[in-house]
């Protein structure tokens, strides 16, 4: 059949996305960006490190985070976002600030961070105190703790795995077991930190158990890049990226069009918990 009177391909968007060479999640970017948008992916080259800080240093240095810039400009993103936490934030809010002026200066063009899009996205939410939930060990978590403190952002529980490889393969069971213990103390929002950390589809299902807003290091990644371009990320139920689920999973029954004629129930019978099953 020819297909030439379609005219080819409508024009894509771009963002362009800098990761770790370990990264393992691309499918989960995806499941944020519009149809009209497309991700253009490079990784940092392979250093034969366990995630720890010293990785983090590794891979975050300026002259790292200048090639890979470099590199996407050929396609020409509107954005470049660096989608890894503990690169962002090991070297504190000034590090943070330092290598957004270094992929602007490579690329030309706006750029941000994982730790800086978390930034934004709290005070989206107009939260001050957080728990937060990580798959690293001790002292990146800490790490991640001291950046939050000096942004001024209260960590009032936390929950971490100590894991130095292969942090894609932690399932979710074991991040809503991780939330539970961490938001004990009733914080403002639950932060899961790590961009190599799966939470796409688990967000809702904690939101709507722990009630109270639930993001994650790749899903503040691809809404920060998408709002400087104008754009909606792509997320149902998510407090952060839907209005309704921000006033509270009540507000969901709330606004569901009517079941039509009939006996008007006494009470809404409440979400269901989140199987410990369920991975």
């Known amino acids: 059949m020819d297909v030439s009177f379609l005219g080819g391909p409508l024009p894509q968007r771009g963002i362009g996305v800098v990761a770790p060479f370990d990264f393992a999640l691309d ?3 995806w499941r944020w960006v519009p149809d009209d ?13 366990e995630v720890s800080l010293d990785l983090a240093r590794l891979v975050s240095e300026h002259e790292t985070l200048h090639e890979a810039v470099l590199a996407l400009t050929a396609v020409h993103p509107e954005v470049v976002a660096y989608a890894c ?13 330092a290598m957004i002026a270094a992929m602007q200066q490579a690329g030309e063009l706006p750029a941000l961070t994982t730790s800086g899009a978390l930034l934004a996205a709290l005070d989206e939410l107009g939260a ?13 978590t800490d790490a ?15 929950s971490y795995l100590g894991l130095t490889r292969e942090i894609w393969r932690v399932p ?24 190599n950390l799966p939470t796409y589809d688990v967000i809702p299902q904690l939101e709507a158990e722990l009630r ?47 079941l039509g004629p009939g006996p008007v ?15």
């Not at 948008?37 to 490190?49: G, Q, Y």
């Not at 503990?86 to 600030?97: D, K, L």
């Not at 001050?128 to 990146?140: D, E, G, L, M, N």
């Not at 139920?237 to 069009?257: C, H, I």
Request: charged share 20%; glycine share 6%.
């Open 27 to 29: 499918r989960e970017l």
């Open 37 to 49: 948008v497309s991700l253009h992916l490079t990784r940092t080259p392979f250093v034969p490190v």
């Open 85 to 97: 936490t503990s690169g962002s934030f090991v070297s504190g809010v000034a590090g943070e600030r």
């Open 128 to 140: 001050r105190r957080i728990a937060v939930v990580t798959p690293y060990t001790k002292s990146v």
């Open 144 to 158: 991640l703790e001291t950046y939050l403190l000096e942004a001024g952002v209260q960590v009032c529980g936390r």
């Open 172 to 195: 979710y069971r074991d991040v809503v077991d991780m939330a539970r213990e961490a938001v004990r103390d009733a914080p403002d929002a639950l932060f899961i930190s790590c961009t």
């Open 212 to 258: 109270m807003p639930v993001i994650s290091a790749n899903q503040v990644t691809m809404w920060s890049a998408l709002r400087s371009m104008g754009k909606d990320a792509v997320g149902p139920y998510q407090a952060l990226l839907d209005p309704v689920a921000r006033r509270g999973p009540a507000a969901l029954a709330a606004e569901a069009p009517p």
């Open 265 to 279: 129930p006494m009470a809404a019978e409440a979400p269901p918990a989140v199987p410990e099953e369920e991975g």
